[in-house]
């Protein structure tokens, strides 16, 4: 949950199944693995950031949040 944080959270890697709450905060990944599959459910109205990303990293659940997504380096998939 980093929807009490001042400015969001960065993050190297984010994988596993367990739920993030963003609030209306940033969540940055920051991963320089290939191959991060997130099966978690990421919530809120906040937003996510890929950037100095490199591979892939995969949601394999669908997301609830409403924010915006920007993948600035990297590739991020989509699937269920």
């Known amino acids: 949950d980093i929807s009490n944080t001042t400015s969001g959270a960065s993050i190297k890697n984010l994988t596993g199944s367990g739920n993030v709450t963003l609030g209306a905060k940033l969540l940055q990944i920051n991963s320089t693995v290939s191959g991060n599959t997130y ?4 919530s809120g109205t906040g937003n996510v950031s890929l950037s100095n990303t490199s591979g892939t990293t995969f949601f394999s659940s669908d997301q609830t949040y409403t924010g ?4 600035s380096s990297g ?3 989509l699937g269920a």
């Open 75 to 77: 590739t991020l998939a």
């Open 39 to 42: 099966s978690g459910v990421i």
């Open 68 to 71: 915006t997504t920007t993948v």
